[in-house]
């Protein structure tokens, strides 16, 4: 998955666990909070290893 020019490899990214996944890439993002880049970044791997978010589910 590519994200604001920045290539993530999704089969190394399912096999993170998400906190070490947004503590290994919180170098990315420079220009935002920290907080803009936890909630970036959880999206990202929510995204990548098929997680649904509540209002995904409704129409």
Do not use: C, Q, W
């Not at 998400?18 to 970036?40: C, G, L, Q, Y």
Request: no cysteine; charged share 40%; proline share 2%.
């Amino acid at each position: 998955m590519k994200v604001e020019g920045i290539n993530f490899v999704d089969e190394e990214v399912r096999k993170m666990k998400k906190k070490e996944f947004i503590a290994k890439h919180k170098v990315f993002f420079s220009d935002r909070t920290d907080s803009e880049k936890e909630n970036i970044l959880s999206d990202i791997y929510d995204k990548i290893v098929g997680i649904r978010t509540p209002s995904e589910g409704i129409i």
